[in-house]
């Protein structure tokens, strides 16, 4: 799986949009891009996955760009409830594991 | 309710003692994986399996061992040979296709070795 690059720490307004950034460089042509979150001390939570085209639905936006070297993942109204480390992972096509990073600690402030 | 169960949710155990943590899935999910977190950091993956009875190693095997018997239970028994077993363990299911498709968490073992 290719490796994914994320800033450690983000801020956001709450009621703001919050835009976390992913680089993937080395993506391959088959692999998805996903993003999942955890809240302090829970499990990790799905949020959305795309391949090429932007994806949204109804927790998030994923807008990747046209050489997919990168995405954004986009939280339309950020709230509190909203802090969690977010984590961007790139899998091949067909069975494979998902290996995460130390992802983007989102904090989310009135 | 469909989903994924561990159990327990806190777990004390002595030096020195094997300790088995629970993971169900009623999702008819194929893969079960297990991940460890250490604090501030990521998950590691520590054993998967695509299917009954089958099962591979991840990248911090040593000192774990798995069965998968049934399609629903993947069990982790964190052996006495596993040096550093203080952490939050991490069980997750998915179907067995395609790369579009999510894993599933449960909500974890916090293993606290005195």
């Known amino acids: 799986d290719a490796k994914t690059t994320q800033p450690p720490s983000m801020d956001c307004a709450e009621g703001r949009a919050a835009n976390l950034p992913c680089n993937h460089s080395?993506?391959?042509?088959?692999?998805?891009v996903y993003w999942y979150r955890q809240i302090h001390s829970q499990g990790p939570q799905y949020i959305i996955h795309?391949?090429?085209n932007n994806e949204t639905n109804e927790m998030a936006s994923l807008i990747i760009t046209e050489d997919r070297k990168s995405s954004t993942l986009i939280l339309p109204h950020a709230t509190l409830r909203d802090t969690a480390v977010y984590y961007c992972?790139?899998?091949?096509?067909?069975?494979?594991?998902?290996?995460f990073g130390k992802g983007t600690m989102l904090l989310v402030s009135p | 309710d469909g989903g994924i169960t561990q159990s327990p949710k806190y777990l004390f155990r002595k030096e020195g003692q094997n300790v088995t943590l629970s993971c169900e899935q009623n999702?008819?999910?194929?893969?079960m994986y297990w991940y460890r977190q250490d604090p501030g950091q990521g998950l590691r993956l520590i054993y998967y399996?695509?299917?009954?009875?089958?099962?591979q190693k991840g990248d911090i095997a040593e000192g774990y061992s798995v069965s998968r018997e049934k399609k629903e239970s993947f069990p982790l028994t964190v052996t006495s040979a596993q040096k550093n077993p203080t952490a939050f363990y991490l069980c997750?299911?998915?179907?067995?296709?395609?790369?579009?498709?999510?894993?599933?968490f449960g909500q974890g073992t916090r293993l606290t070795v005195v």
């Open positions: 997750a299911s998915s179907i067995f296709s395609g790369g579009g498709t999510e894993a599933f």
């Open positions: 399996s695509q299917i009954v009875n089958d099962f």
């Open positions: 999702l008819n999910h194929d893969a």
């Open positions: 080395t993506i391959s042509g088959n692999e998805y």
């Open positions: 992972i790139v899998r091949v096509k067909g069975y494979s594991t998902l290996t």
């Open positions: 795309g391949l090429k």
